[in-house]
């Protein structure tokens, strides 16, 4: 929720807000606008909304990952992990999860950007 403060209404205005939306590719998102105000004259608060539809269309980071045909066990292997920021805003502090059974159990193993590369 983002609460922006107006000092008065007057005759009419625009706020413009920049905000980044979350969610999976192809999904509608709601962004609801609500305006609280309260008329000079009276003791009562009045309020208005709006609500809009939002299509994410795409993702934000394009994620790729190489593993060779086929593996020996108890053998190391090169795993890649391609990704690229679709946006023009910059993203720090990036990790990659990876899950993988060794035949008995499902672990999982986070990587920084860093380490990208196994």
Same mark, same amino acid.
């Given at each position: ?16 807000? $920049? ?94 950007? $860093?380490?990208?590369?196994?």
């Amino acid at each position: 929720m983002l609460n922006h403060g107006l000092e008065s209404i007057g005759g009419g205005g625009k706020v413009e807000v $920049s905000l980044a939306l979350v969610g999976p590719d192809k999904s509608i998102q709601k962004l609801q606008a609500v305006l609280s105000y309260k008329p000079q004259n009276t003791a009562s608060t009045f309020e208005n909304e709006a609500v809009k539809e939002v299509a994410i269309n795409g993702s934000a980071i394009f994620l790729d990952f190489k593993t060779p045909e086929t593996v020996l066990p108890n053998v190391r292997n090169v795993y890649v992990i391609h990704y690229k920021n679709n946006t023009d805003e910059t993203m720090t502090a990036n990790t990659y999860k990876m899950n993988f059974f060794n035949g008995k159990e499902r672990h999982n193993d986070y990587f920084s950007a $860093s380490k990208i590369i196994l």
